[in-house]
C-alpha cells in the first residue's frame, strides 16, 4: 500500500444524497475541520428547494451539480475523485482505485445501493440506477417497438407511466401493481391512469366512497392510452449515486411508435429465464414458445409465458453497495445485506459510521417508524449522521432525531400527489388491525390503518388536505374509537375536530 498523503478530521465516502447531505452539515457545525469527501463521479446530488411540509413530512428536488459548488462553499472541504478500493480499519485509511490512501479520524460510508440486475453482464438487461443508466435507456427506448419492466417499485411504477410509443409488458410478482408502497385497493385507484391520457393537475375533490376488486390471481390486465407526444453506470465499479426523486423529467421517454402508451400487466409471476433469440432457435421447442415475429432477446416468466422484446428493464430493487469496505475488517451485516448501524449511526467498527442506502437500521424502531430504501432517508440519515460525528468530536449527548419516530414520505406517481405515514400497510402488526377508507374515482383515495382505536399509519392518494391531521392523530395516539367510519365522512371537516 501507497504512503498515507494526509489524514483528515472527517473522511466520508459517497457524492449521493446522504454523503452530501452529511458533509454539508458537518462542514456547517464544525468549520475548523479538515473534512474529505471521496466520490467516484466528476458531479454530487445535492437538496435544493427543501421544505419542511410538518412536524415530519419535507419535500426537496435533488440537483446533479458539479463537486467545486461543495468546495466553492465550504473552505474545509477537498473532494477526491475516486471510487475506493479498500478499507483498513485497522490502520485507519481508505485506499482509492487510482492507488491514493488517506488517513481518517472520523469515517462515514455513504455508497448507496447498487440495482439487483436479474441477469449479470447481458447487453439487453438494463438497470436504471444513475444519470448514465438513464441516459442510456432513453437512448435505447428511442429505437424500441416492446420493452419488458420487470419490478414493482418506484422505478417501475414512474417508467410504466411515463414511457410512451413503446408497447411495455410489465411483471410483478406481488398480486398488484406497487406492492412497496400500498395495497390492493390503492393500486386499482391508480391502474386507470394507464388507459387515460396524461391529465393536467387534477382538481381536489371530496366524494362517497367506491370499492374495487382485486384481479383474479395469476390475470393479466392490458391498458391502451393514444395521445399525441408532447437512483457513469457502465462501469460497475464506479456506479454513478442515484436519480432524483422527478429522474424522468426534463428526459423524452418515446419508442418507435408515435403517442400511445400500452400496457400490459403480468401479475404473480418472476423471471424464469432470459434468451437471446440464438438461444431461443437453438433450445427444445416445447418448453418455449414465445408468439411470432423475431426480437434480439426474450423472457421467459414463471407463469409460463414468453415474450420477446427490445430490452429488459430490471427494477428490482437494490443491494447495499459494501463490497469494497468489507475485506479484512469485521463489520456486522444485516440480513438485507446493509452495514449495521446504531441509534448513533455507527457501524460495528470503532469510528466508522454509515448513512443512507448502504446501511440498516439495527436500534430499537419506533413502533411508527420502518426503514425504506427513500430520498428521504437518506437526507435524514446523512444528516443526522453528521450530527452524531460532531456530537461525538465535541463530547455533547444526542437523542435519537424526532424523524425517526414517524415513518413519512411524500411523492407523485402516475400524476398524483401520494402521502405515507407510519404503518401504511399495516406492516408487522398482524392481523390485529383495521383499515378505513374512502375512494372517489380519478380523484383521491384515503386509506387509515388503525390498531386498538388508535390511528397508526395512512395511505393519501390525491389532494387530500389530510396528511398534518393524520400525522398528529398518528403522533399523539389519540383514541378514535368513538368516531367510527365517521373519521372518513367527506362531510365533516376533520381538521376542525382535531387541531
Not at 501507497?2 to 452529511?22: P, S
Request: with cysteine.
Amino acid at each position: 500500500m501507497a504512503d498515507k498523503e494526509k489524514t483528515f478530521q472527517f473522511v466520508i465516502v459517497g457524492g449521493g444524497i446522504a454523503g452530501v447531505t452529511c458533509v454539508e452539515q458537518l462542514s456547517s457545525q464544525l468549520p475548523s475541520a479538515d473534512v474529505a469527501l471521496i466520490t467516484a463521479g466528476p458531479h454530487i446530488k445535492a437538496v435544493t428547494n427543501y421544505k419542511q411540509v410538518s412536524k415530519t413530512l419535507e419535500e426537496f428536488d435533488v440537483e446533479e451539480q458539479p463537486s467545486s459548488v461543495l468546495e466553492e462553499k465550504f473552505p474545509n472541504l477537498t473532494v477526491i475523485h475516486s471510487a475506493v478500493r479498500s478499507l483498513n480499519t485497522n490502520s485507519h485509511t481508505v485506499e482509492t482505485v487510482d492507488g491514493r490512501v488517506f488517513g481518517y479520524k472520523n469515517l462515514c460510508i455513504c455508497s448507496g445501493a447498487r440495482p439487483k440486475l436479474l441477469a449479470q453482464d447481458n447487453p439487453y438487461v438494463l438497470g436504471i440506477r444513475d444519470t448514465d443508466s438513464a441516459q442510456e435507456f432513453q437512448k435505447r427506448l428511442s429505437k424500441a417497438q416492446r420493452i419488458v419492466i420487470v419490478g414493482n417499485g418506484g422505478i417501475a411504477l414512474e417508467l410504466v407511466y411515463e414511457v410512451e410509443g413503446c408497447e411495455v409488458i410489465w411483471a410483478v410478482k406481488d398480486k398488484a401493481i406497487g406492492n412497496t408502497f400500498f395495497d390492493a385497493g390503492a393500486a386499482q385507484f391508480l391502474i386507470p391512469s394507464l388507459e387515460a391520457e396524461k391529465p393536467e393537475a387534477a382538481a381536489p375533490c371530496k366524494r362517497p366512497r367506491y370499492t374495487t376488486e382485486e384481479p383474479a390471481s395469476g390475470a393479466a390486465q392490458t391498458f391502451t392510452a393514444d395521445r399525441t407526444s408532447r437512483r457513469h453506470g457502465s462501469d460497475p465499479t464506479e456506479p454513478g449515486s442515484a436519480l432524483g426523486p422527478d429522474w424522468h423529467e426534463g428526459i423524452v421517454l418515446q419508442g418507435v411508435e408515435q403517442g400511445s402508451r400500452r400496457v400490459s400487466v403480468e401479475y404473480q409471476c418472476e423471471v424464469e429465464k432470459v434468451f437471446t433469440s440464438e438461444e431461443l432457435l437453438n433450445s427444445p421447442q416445447q418448453t418455449l414458445r414465445p408468439e411470432s415475429g423475431s426480437w434480439p432477446v426474450y423472457i421467459q416468466l414463471t407463469n409460463g409465458k414468453t415474450f420477446g422484446c427490445d430490452f429488459v428493464v430490471s427494477a428490482t430493487g437494490v443491494m447495499p453497495n459494501t463490497e469494497p469496505f468489507l475485506h479484512g475488517n469485521a463489520f456486522a451485516i444485516a440480513d438485507d445485506g446493509g452495514l449495521q448501524v446504531d441509534d448513533h449511526m455507527m457501524t460495528s467498527e470503532p469510528n466508522v459510521y454509515a448513512a443512507g442506502d448502504v446501511c440498516t437500521a439495527c436500534w430499537e424502531h419506533s413502533p411508527l417508524w420502518q426503514q425504506m430504501r427513500l430520498w428521504t432517508q437518506a437526507r435524514q440519515m446523512g444528516w443526522y449522521a453528521s450530527r452524531c460525528m460532531a456530537a461525538r468530536v465535541l463530547s455533547e449527548p444526542i437523542e435519537l432525531d424526532f424523524c425517526f419516530e414517524l415513518f413519512s414520505h411524500v411523492t407523485k406517481f402516475f400524476n398524483y400527489k401520494v402521502v405515507l405515514l407510519g404503518k401504511f400497510n399495516g406492516q408487522g402488526l398482524g392481523p390485529d388491525h383495521e383499515l378505513l377508507v374512502r375512494c372517489t374515482k380519478g380523484h383521491e383515495y384515503v386509506k387509515v390503518v388503525l390498531s386498538h382505536g388508535r390511528m397508526v399509519g395512512a395511505v393519501l392518494i390525491g389532494e387530500t388536505d389530510l396528511e398534518e391531521t393524520f400525522e398528529n392523530l398518528i403522533l399523539n395516539q389519540m383514541d378514535l374509537t368513538a368516531y367510527g367510519e365517521e373519521l372518513l365522512n367527506p362531510n365533516i371537516d376533520i381538521e376542525d375536530y382535531f387541531d
